[in-house]
């Protein structure tokens, strides 16, 4: 019997379109590569907003979320996480605010149900108010007038101008090393940036290569589709990488393929439908 093909997808900017919706044709494609294929996604959205996006499709792979923080299957067991603990996470908060900058921390509350938290700060730059606009009905959020980390810190995340957050970066690597990952990118549609900074081992190629050992898969045997920088990781991991018409340059000049389509011409979806 042949081995299935291993299909795994980034999700805003990618398969979602820009309104954050999926299309009938998306999801009408999916379902159908399911019966012969093994998809999922590799997503920094949360497990509930993954689940809410997602309800309509069936995944058969575990799930990796939070970019790469948390892997979880698709009946909420989860298979692995990797967080920063409170004093780590503290002493980030502390070297940032030498840069009149304070960031959102995403934390797991309980393991058990899966229960995130999303802190944000009182003093906010006008990128961060901005981002919160799509976060305003969000269960998990929580301002904080001092904001400090929790016991499991899934990300610590700045919003802001590339002025204020690439000397921010360097003066993270500089402090903290290797202890932590950094993820520096632009926000595609404003010209504000966002720092990501996660476990070492939280990104989406470590987790990549821990779904493909769970299911027993090389890595070689995974395609992949992404369109920004937490993505070049999977892209260089997997044995088939795809940039949607819409990503970043540096993940096209990664990628084995670049779609003639964007998310919101169904590109992954279009892809997926003329491959056997």
């Keep these: 019997m042949p081995t299935k093909p291993i299909y795994i997808t980034d999700l805003d900017h990618t398969f979602l379109r820009t309104d954050q919706s999926v299309s009938d044709f998306s999801t009408k494609i999916w379902n159908e590569k399911t019966k012969n294929s093994i998809l999922s996604v590799a997503t920094a959205r949360s497990f509930q907003k993954s689940h809410d996006f997602l ?114 970066t360097e003066h993270f690597e500089k402090t903290f090393g290797k202890e932590l990952e950094y993820k520096l990118s632009p926000e595609k549609y404003s010209d504000g940036w966002f720092l990501t900074i996660l476990h070492p081992e939280g990104d989406k190629a470590h987790a990549l290569q821990k779904v493909a050992d769970y299911i027993n898969r090389d890595t070689q045997d995974i395609t992949v589709f992404g369109d920004s920088i937490n993505d070049i990781g999977m892209f260089k991991l997997a044995g088939t990488s795809v940039a949607v018409s819409n990503a970043l340059d540096e993940v096209k000049a990664v990628a084995d393929i670049i779609l003639p389509h964007s998310n919101d011409e169904d590109g992954v979806a279009k892809y997926l439908e003329n491959t056997k």
Aim: proline share 5%.
């Design 55 to 168: 309800e309509k499709l069936h995944l058969d792979a575990p799930m990796i979320l939070l970019d790469g923080t948390m892997i979880v299957s698709p009946e909420k067991k989860i298979i692995d996480i990797k967080t920063v603990n409170k004093a780590l996470g503290d002493a980030v908060i502390d070297e940032g605010s030498k840069y009149g900058i304070y960031p959102f921390v995403i934390a797991l509350k309980e393991i058990k149900t899966l229960d995130e938290a999303f802190l944000f700060p009182t003093t906010l730059n006008t990128h961060q108010h901005g981002v919160l606009e799509n976060y305003r009905n969000d269960p998990r959020m929580a301002e904080c007038k001092h904001i400090r980390a929790m016991e499991m810190n899934l990300k610590i995340v700045y919003f802001g101008d590339l002025k204020t957050l690439k000397p921010l």
